[in-house]
């Protein structure tokens, strides 16, 4: 089976510029996540979608990032303009249920590594 | 609320000898509790989960971890460690009422020296 896949691995922008990540969750499954990582810390939740509805978007600073998931399948997460500390590792993860519930396992991504200079 | 404490951001052991990597958790909620493991530039894999079944849980490569309500912990072991267990190992909790989110901790690393 293959698993979450993500692209690009690498970018390097400098502030004030734009960039988008792109995801593809494992197949059938319904739930997407998007997680940011800073060094030396555990990832943090951005955005949920179940299918393509957004279930918990409480920690996504919304006046510079925005997702969208297309036809419940892939996704895209694009910050316009970026700052010096969204420089981070963004992660993606999918997993099977359509109504996650606590027991759900997460499948990630090997993720984006962001540099803004 | 949740919340989730690894209680040690590095450590060392050397081969062959046991790893204990600790977590403690705080749940409003019967948790659900997941070990994740991060080797450099790859992605997070999954451990082992406990699911309010059998409280100690086993998991991939030798590890396991045993669920300690009384004392909220949820502790991380392998008898013996091997090289390329070297990486990055993060606890999360989930758990809540309706909308379910993971909560990780801010993980340990874990160095096997030869």
């Known amino acids: 089976e293959a698993g979450v896949a993500q692209s690009p691995r690498y970018k390097i922008i400098e502030k004030r510029q734009s960039v988008a990540f792109w995801c593809n969750p494992i197949s059938g499954h319904a739930t997407l996540y998007w997680y940011q990582q800073i060094l030396g810390q555990g990832p943090k939740l951005l955005i949920q979608?179940?299918?393509?509805?957004?279930?918990?978007d409480s920690q996504l600073p919304k006046d510079r990032f925005s997702a969208e998931r297309l036809k419940g399948v892939d996704s895209t997460l694009k910050i316009q303009p970026a700052k010096l500390e969204d420089s981070a590792v963004y992660l993606c993860?999918?997993?099977?249920?359509?109504?996650?519930?606590?027991?759900?396992?997460?499948?990630f991504g090997p993720g984006t590594r962001l540099l803004v200079l | 609320a949740q919340s989730v404490t690894q209680l040690d951001s590095h450590v060392s052991v050397s081969e062959g000898t046991p790893v204990l990597l600790r977590c403690n958790y705080s749940s409003s909620y019967s948790p659900s509790l997941f070990w994740y493991v991060q080797h450099p530039n790859k992605g997070l894999q999954l451990l082992l989960k406990?699911?309010?079944?059998?409280?100690l849980v086993k998991g991939i490569n030798g590890f396991e971890a045993e669920f300690k309500k009384s004392e909220t912990s949820f502790h991380l072991t392998k008898p013996s460690a091997h090289m390329s267990d070297a990486a990055e190992y993060f606890c999360v909790v989930s758990s809540g009422s309706g909308t379910y989110k993971y909560i990780f901790g801010t993980g340990t690393r874990l160095k096997v020296l030869a």
């Open positions: 993860a999918s997993s099977l249920g359509a109504r996650a519930g606590a027991q759900e396992t997460q499948y």
């Open positions: 406990y699911t309010s079944a059998a409280t």
């Open positions: 979608f179940q299918n393509n509805g957004v279930v918990d």
